[in-house]
């Protein structure tokens, strides 16, 4: 009779969060990969050339350069051009650090756990990207690449985008966004109107109460009941949904409305 073990091991979430710690370079190596695959493909859709030495092939300095000019079809992402000067920036500026941890040695003080290393032309000490840095930079690359896929970033990511640029603001040499908060999205529940035998959306009123209600809180999430007794439920953005009064057919929802 064959005999089976399984070994699970249960990390605690202090643990887990240690182990984010430790792969933080890891995790900026590869986010900082990902905004070099977004900006080569924004300059290639706003026509610019690759280096003529390199054939049809960019190499990281020619797009250094463009990033640091803020170029690009940057519309691929956003319609905010100081978003994209800013990721231009963080790719520039933070170069070397990426050469450092993928062709040279990097420096990984074993306390803060920020990253560093030298710049080959100069052989300075680089400034250090401290590890909400790092985690910072993982999280842009996310939002850039959902925002570039997705055809253009939503609003609410657009500012979760801007509150992590600035949080590598001292590596960009941007100005501040100043979106000082991600805070978590607050849920109001409330009830689908019935205005002439149609449905109707009109969040003005809960909006404003739930402002005042919470004052700290950017995004909310709302949430209708139907009222038909069936139960079901509609979700949107409150940022997302048109102002004033919205009637909604539910054989065919407007793309910031869906079923939950």
């Known amino acids: 009779m064959a005999t089976e073990i399984t070994i699970i091991e249960n990390m605690s979430a202090e643990a887990v969060e240690r182990l984010k710690n430790i792969l933080a370079p890891l995790m900026f190596g590869a986010a900082w990969k990902i905004l070099d695959l977004a900006l080569e493909f924004a300059l290639n859709r706003k026509g610019l050339k690759a280096d003529k030495s390199r054939g049809t092939e960019w190499s990281i300095n020619a797009k250094k350069e463009h990033a640091a000019q803020g170029a690009g079809y940057f519309q691929v992402l956003t319609s905010d051009p100081q978003i994209w000067a800013a990721i231009g920036a963080l790719y520039a ?13 990097a420096i990984i003080d074993s ?52 509150y992590f640029l600035d949080q590598v603001g001292s590596h960009t040499n941007q100005p501040s966004f100043g979106v000082t908060r991600q805070s978590a999205p607050t ?51 409150l940022e997302e949904i048109p102002t004033g009064q919205t009637v909604v057919n539910l054989d065919a929802l407007p793309p910031w409305l869906s079923f939950i």
């Open 187 to 237: 849920e109001i529940l409330t009830v689908l109107k019935i205005i002439d035998d149609q449905y109707v959306v009109d969040v003005g009123a809960a909006a404003q109460e739930a402002a005042i209600a919470s004052p700290g809180v950017l995004h909310f999430n709302m949430v209708f009941d139907i009222p038909d007794g069936s139960g079901r439920h509609l979700k949107a953005n």
């Open 93 to 105: 500026n933070t170069a070397e650090h990426r050469h450092c941890l993928i062709h040279r040695t």
């Open 111 to 162: 306390n803060s756990r920020a990253l560093s290393g030298k710049d080959k032309l100069h052989n300075k000490v680089l400034k250090p990207l401290e590890l909400d840095q790092q985690k910072a930079i993982a999280r842009i690359a996310l939002l850039v690449a959902e925002g570039i896929v997705g055809g253009g970033i939503s609003p609410r990511n657009g500012d979760h985008l801007r």
